[in-house]
């Protein structure tokens, strides 16, 4: 069964929060919904769920028109960003309510929902108010609430967004098992998520949204590898692609007075305005490298972040390690080139070193 | 901290407690021991012959309390069930909200003496609107003079007065409702029926016990409606606790006797109240 949606637009007010969106989601498969806050990802999964009704468009669910039928009658199962559960009930009863919705025997709402407790590590809980659970906890009830009525489409709105680090790194990993455990078999999981790292991790189809524009649709390798435009390659990298305003000629890449030999996939660009996105990751530190200025050191985990700057151009550099720097440090940094993109002036990929565009030749 | 001048500041508020409750508690218990009446004006001392005259030679007494129980109970199912279908229907989004909130809240704003007057207007037996309405279909109800009628005269009455009260309450509650669990039930296959029953009406649990009890210890005062609308009658079949224990004081002025009564009904509505709030506890909240 197909969840088709055709031109979904919806703006409340003056913005839009869809634009013209369209997909083809297909059973059996995860989706991952990437954009950044306020793109449109709640709204486009409340829409889904009919929370909400857009302004014009159609959703078509197993060949039926599926904005005519009314949500509690939809079958869709959702997990929010907020833990939201019944305050008033405790874990055991959440987790059953709704199975009580629809009328099944006692004996097999018991085991159905000791089978979704068990499958987030919750046994023995089942008594507890929601209200005495950790924020982790409260989480995998409310997932377990949507596992338990096996929904033939399956929502995730920023599952572990309001989750600590340790939790999300966690649960993350629990949520592939689930899907990769045949979960997914006969259901359509929608995932959306700001975070490009959970997004490659997860490893289904991408769907890049912005301004509550589909930007990109493709695997994300793909999405990783061959962004379609500067947008994307912003929204699906973490820290930002680093964007350099550079001129090509005589197969040197010039910028700020550094001179790089161009890789063989950019050589061929001779337009004016090109930009080379390099991702933080491929830049490192050297001693015979160009020398930089340090604006600010941050450290995130075993990373550190450092942000440099030289004349009019700012980089941020990703280093495994944890170093100590100090604002104005001067450092020496090395590009690997090959690795770079260039973006044309109004922003679609000119080319990319996985062969993207003019770099298949 | 030993603060010496504590018993100084917290004397003004002693003061008044003492002034109107904890002396007027102890006079009455002290009245109700004497045989203080209009021949025999005084504080002596009877002993418990006023409670031993209550409570084994005055029905009229025991009636009006039963009597009482049941209008004070029926009014106040029917403020709750009414008063929450009202608030419930301008919770949500509808056209002309602001309105209606206001609308339902006027009854409680007039003075219920005069209200009372009016309705009393409303139902009298040839004269009133009710009853020329009611002609149509060739019926009379006597309002005001049966015994049985006059006791639903008195309920409408009280509901009128008293729904928006209730109303106020469960609205409070109802806004400050979390929204998440309605879109979790909506998500979860709950139809809009079910919704209020598996998730409104548990959320709203302990705003409505805390509305059932107060208009409970109000409705149990029930006395100027009464008063206006049929002084008790026909007969005795409207009068209530309060109204039988003013006779009993202010008009017949057996001050001693009436005392005595009055601290007998003070002591069984705290008990009751705190066994009525316990029930609702452990039904509503399941605790």
Not at chain 1, 88 to 98: D, G, K, R, S, T
Not at chain 1, 111 to 130: P, T, W
Not at chain 1, 135 to 152: D, E, F, H, P, T
């Amino acid at each position: 069964m197909d969840l088709i949606a055709n031109n979904l637009s919806y703006k409340p007010e003056d913005q839009y929060h869809l634009n013209e969106v369209s997909f083809n989601f297909k059973e059996g498969n995860l989706y991952t919904i990437l954009g950044r806050t306020l793109s449109g990802k709640t709204t486009l999964l409340k829409t889904i769920a009919g929370l909400l009704t857009p302004d014009s468009g159609e959703i078509e669910f197993d060949g039926k028109n599926f904005l005519k039928v009314p949500v509690w009658e939809r079958n869709v199962a959702m997990v929010y960003q907020q833990f939201i559960n019944y305050p008033h009930l405790n874990v055991f009863e959440n987790i059953a309510f709704p199975l009580k919705q629809r009328k099944i025997d006692q004996g097999v709402i018991n085991e159905k929902v000791m089978d979704a407790l068990k499958s987030v590590g919750l046994l023995g809980y089942e008594k507890r108010k929601i209200q005495e659970l950790s924020g982790g906890q409260q989480q995998r009830v409310s997932l377990a609430r949507s596992l338990v009525k096996n929904a033939k489409i399956l929502l995730l709105d920023e599952p572990l967004v309001n989750l600590d680090y340790k939790l999300r790194e966690q649960l993350r990993e629990e949520f592939k098992n689930l899907f990769s455990k045949g979960l997914a078999d006969e259901t359509i999981l929608i995932y959306s998520t700001t975070d490009p790292k959970e997004t490659m991790e997860l490893n289904g189809e991408v769907i890049v949204l912005d301004e509550g524009k589909v930007l990109q649709v493709g695997p994300a390798k793909e999405i990783f590898e061959n962004p379609n435009s500067l947008k994307v390659a912003e929204i699906s990298n973490d820290p930002p692609m680093n964007i350099i305003e550079a001129k090509i000629s005589d197969n040197n890449i010039q910028f700020e007075g550094i001179n790089l030999e161009a890789p063989k996939h950019l050589s061929k660009l001779t337009e004016d305005g090109l930009k080379i996105g390099l991702r933080s990751s491929d830049i490192e530190l050297g001693e015979n490298g160009n020398e930089f200025e340090v604006e600010l050191a941050e450290i995130s985990g075993s990373e550190t972040l450092l942000h440099l700057k030289r004349g009019d151009t700012k980089i941020i550099v990703s280093i495994e390690e944890v170093l100590n720097f100090k604002i104005h440090d001067k450092v020496k940094i090395n590009f690997k080139i090959d690795r770079a993109y260039a973006f044309y002036a109004d922003g679609k990929l000119a080319s990319s070193p996985f062969g993207g565009l003019n770099g298949q030749n | 901290m030993n603060f010496k001048h504590k018993y100084f500041f917290l004397f003004p508020g002693l003061f008044v407690l003492i002034g109107i409750l904890i002396f007027p508690i102890i006079f009455v218990v002290r009245l109700s021991l004497s045989g203080w009446n209009s021949y025999n004006p005084g504080l002596d001392y009877i002993g418990l012959e006023n409670y031993i005259r209550l409570f084994t030679d005055d029905p009229r007494f025991w009636e009006s309390f039963f009597r009482l129980s049941f209008l004070s109970v029926t009014t106040v199912i029917l403020q709750y069930v009414i008063g929450f279908a009202l608030a419930h229907m301008v919770w949500k989004d509808i056209k002309f909200k602001r309105f209606f909130r206001v609308l339902f809240l006027v009854p409680m704003m007039t003075t219920p003496v005069i209200m009372t007057v009016i309705w009393r207007t409303f139902f009298h037996e040839s004269l009133g609107p009710v009853n020329d309405l009611l002609s149509v279909f060739g019926v009379a109800p006597k309002w005001l003079t049966d015994p049985v009628i006059a006791k639903f005269t008195v309920i409408i009455v009280e509901v009128w007065q008293w729904t928006p009260f209730m109303f106020l309450l469960l609205l409070a509650g109802l806004l400050s409702l979390p929204k998440e669990p309605f879109l979790a039930a909506a998500i979860d296959g709950a139809s809009p029926v079910r919704k209020f029953i598996y998730v409104t009406f548990p959320l709203m649990a302990p705003i409505s016990i805390g509305a059932i009890i107060i208009r409970l210890i109000e409705a149990s005062k029930i006395m100027d409606t009464v008063y206006v609308l049929t002084s008790g009658g026909p007969g005795t079949s409207t009068e209530t606790s309060s109204f039988y224990i003013f006779i009993k004081g202010l008009r017949e002025f057996q001050m001693g006797y009436a005392a005595s009564m009055s601290f007998t009904y003070l002591i069984i509505m705290i008990i009751s109240l705190t066994i009525i709030a316990k029930v609702l506890t452990k039904v509503l909240l399941k605790e």
